[in-house]
């Protein structure tokens, strides 16, 4: 099939790599995504939904190792890393582990925060400006706690995260319940996060894809790309099935799978896939009024009019892509702890997907120094769809040549040696 040449080719159709596509085509580019499976079917469609500039901290902290390491034979626990051999995944695990300090925390943060409140702000305009139906709301996030050690524990990072633009308010138990009547009796205070906000995964990307063909974006789906072919250093093109495609600049969007897209040009992407999981289920008559994160058990909760998910959990288990359903459970389990009505009157889907992990939380956004002609817009982790407007903005402008909004020196693919 002959098509005309695309100027930007991008592999993977999720959030990232659709933002992306819109952001070059309406600044005039031909562009062409190439998607192994249907647009907005990996970790895009089933995910929480929030967008949450109140997650600016790195994952990699103080203390985080020793957690994992108590949790590491609680098949249920929030985090679960199941022994491995595999050298790649090792590997990632010492590098977060290494990351694990409190100078990298203070590296970190500024750069989350900037893209996060960024995006944020994007976002809301994107959604208000294009009437964008994705149940988009904007009453922010509640942070509940049972016990008073894990409120305390959570109040001592807030200054941090005021510091860097990001709102939040510390609610006591009679307040928490006044405001959120879904809630069991007995907690022990809450964290409010008045900037958070929330869309519907799948129709947010479902209408990303629509704008992006209307833009003149051709997504082609079923379209897994295989392999690759140089011109002396120079990546010129991608195979996919039989057929082949030319562009002069090709932009790895490809999620959790990126690592394996690039494996045969000879790099080593720091991505390992963070399996989490989710249960949507039609709407509760007491669900809560704006989204939620049960804080021990690390339960997020989404309601919109159209339905109510229970998500979240971590798992360390390769390219694994079994249901695990010891993990489902433990998330109803959690829910159950807090809420008057933890699940719906029907359950609509279980749902797994995989978090692209980079070892410190940041994406990798620009070009690739050692590849020219390849472009990096992946790692997006635990946050893909809150920092996807402004991965893309920031993205689109260094391959159009423009100046950034952000300093893009935080998520240059050069602190990887890529
Ligand atoms: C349980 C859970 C809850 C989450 N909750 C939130 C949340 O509340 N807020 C938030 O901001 N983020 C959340 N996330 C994270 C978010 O879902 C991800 O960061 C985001 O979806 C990543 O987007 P992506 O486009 O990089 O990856 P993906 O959506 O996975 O897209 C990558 C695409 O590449 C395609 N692909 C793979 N290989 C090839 C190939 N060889 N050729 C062509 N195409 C290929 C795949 O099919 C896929 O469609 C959550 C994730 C999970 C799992």
Same mark, same amino acid.
């Given at each position: 099939?002959?098509?005309?040449?695309?100027?930007?080719?991008?592999?993977?159709?999720?959030?990232?790599?659709?933002?992306?596509?819109?952001?070059?085509?309406?600044?005039? !580019?031909?562009?062409?995504?190439?998607? !192994?499976?249907?647009?907005?079917?990996?970790?895009?469609?089933?995910?929480?939904?929030?967008?949450?500039?109140?997650?600016?901290?790195?994952?990699?902290?103080?203390?985080?190792? $020793?957690?994992?390491?108590?949790?590491?034979?609680?098949?249920?626990?929030?985090?679960?890393?199941?022994?491995?051999?595999?050298?790649?995944?090792?590997?990632?695990? $010492?590098?977060?582990?290494?990351?694990?300090?409190?100078?990298?925390?203070?590296?970190?943060?500024?750069?989350?925060?900037?893209?996060?409140? =960024?995006?944020?702000?994007?976002?809301?305009? @994107?959604?208000?400006?294009?009437?964008?139906?994705?149940?988009?709301?904007?009453?922010?996030?509640?942070?509940?706690? =049972?016990?008073?050690?894990?409120?305390?524990?959570?109040?001592?990072?807030?200054?941090? *995260? =005021?510091?860097?633009?990001?709102?939040?308010?510390?609610?006591?138990?009679?307040?928490?319940?006044?405001?959120? #009547?879904?809630?069991?009796?007995?907690?022990?205070?809450?964290? &409010?996060?008045?900037?958070?906000?929330?869309?519907?995964?799948?129709?947010?990307?479902? /209408?990303?894809?629509?704008?992006?063909?209307?833009?003149?974006?051709?997504?082609?789906?079923?379209?897994?790309?295989? /392999? @690759?072919?140089?011109?002396?250093? !120079?990546?010129? %093109?991608?195979?996919?099935?039989?057929?082949?495609?030319?562009?002069?600049?090709?932009?790895?969007?490809?999620?959790?799978?990126? #690592?394996?897209?690039?494996?045969?040009?000879?790099?080593?992407?720091?991505?390992?896939?963070?399996?989490? &999981?989710?249960?949507? &289920?039609? =709407?509760?008559? !007491?669900?809560?009024?704006?989204? *939620?994160?049960?804080?021990? #058990?690390?339960?997020?909760?989404?309601?919109?009019?159209?339905?109510?998910?229970?998500?979240?959990?971590?798992?360390?288990?390769?390219?694994?892509?079994?249901?695990?359903?010891?993990?489902?459970?433990?998330?109803?389990?959690? /829910?159950?702890? @807090?809420?008057?009505?933890?699940?719906?009157?029907?359950?609509?889907?279980?749902?797994?997907?995989?978090?692209?992990?980079?070892?410190?939380?940041?994406?990798?956004?620009?070009?690739? %120094?050692?590849? #020219?002609?390849?472009?990096?817009?992946?790692?997006?982790?635990? *946050?893909?769809?809150?920092?996807?407007?402004?991965?893309?903005?920031?993205?689109? /402008?260094?391959?159009?040549?423009?100046?950034?909004?952000?300093?893009?020196?935080?998520?240059?693919? $050069?602190?990887?040696? *890529?």
């Amino acid at each position: 099939m002959s098509e005309p040449r695309p100027d930007v080719l991008v592999i993977g159709g999720g959030v990232i790599g659709l933002s992306c596509a819109l952001a070059l085509a309406r600044a005039g !580019r031909a562009v062409t995504v190439l998607e !192994r499976a249907v647009a907005g079917s990996g970790a895009s469609h089933g995910n929480c939904g929030t967008i949450t500039p109140s997650h600016a901290l790195p994952l990699a902290q103080p203390g985080v190792v $020793a957690q994992g390491l108590k949790w590491l034979l609680k098949p249920d626990a929030p985090l679960r890393i199941a022994p491995t051999l595999d050298p790649a995944r090792l590997a990632w695990l $010492a590098r977060f582990a290494l990351n694990c300090t409190q100078a990298q925390v203070e590296r970190v943060a500024p750069a989350k925060a900037a893209l996060l409140n =960024r995006s944020r702000d994007l976002l809301e305009r @994107f959604v208000r400006e294009e009437g964008i139906d994705c149940e988009f709301g904007h009453e922010g996030e509640l942070q509940v706690f =049972r016990t008073r050690r894990a409120l305390d524990a959570a109040c001592t990072e807030l200054e941090v *995260l =005021r510091a860097h633009g990001v709102p939040v308010e510390v609610w006591d138990a009679a307040r928490v319940e006044r405001e959120e #009547p879904a809630l069991k009796p007995g907690v022990a205070g809450g964290l &409010y996060w008045p900037s958070d906000a929330h869309i519907r995964p799948d129709r947010y990307v479902a /209408a990303l894809a629509e704008r992006a063909r209307a833009a003149g974006v051709t997504i082609r789906e079923r379209s897994e790309v295989s /392999a @690759f072919e140089r011109d002396g250093a !120079r990546l010129v %093109a991608v195979r996919f099935g039989s057929e082949r495609l030319a562009a002069p600049q090709i932009l790895l969007a490809g999620g959790a799978w990126s #690592p394996r897209i690039v494996r045969d040009l000879d790099l080593r992407l720091p991505i390992q896939p963070g399996k989490g &999981y989710s249960i949507t &289920y039609t =709407r509760p008559i !007491r669900a809560p009024r704006r989204p *939620l994160v049960l804080a021990e #058990p690390r339960v997020c909760v989404t309601t919109w009019g159209s339905g109510f998910r229970l998500g979240s959990t971590m798992e360390f288990a390769g390219y694994d892509d079994t249901l695990n359903r010891v993990r489902l459970d433990a998330l109803v389990r959690g /829910a159950s702890e @807090f809420l008057h009505e933890p699940v719906g009157p029907e359950r609509v889907e279980d749902w797994w997907g995989w978090r692209p992990m980079t070892t410190d939380d940041l994406p990798i956004l620009g070009a690739c %120094a050692r590849v #020219p002609g390849l472009w990096f817009a992946t790692g997006h982790g635990m *946050l893909g769809m809150s920092m996807s407007n402004a991965s893309a903005e920031l993205l689109a /402008a260094q391959m159009l040549g423009q100046d950034t909004v952000l300093d893009p020196t935080p998520y240059s693919p $050069a602190r990887f040696g *890529l």
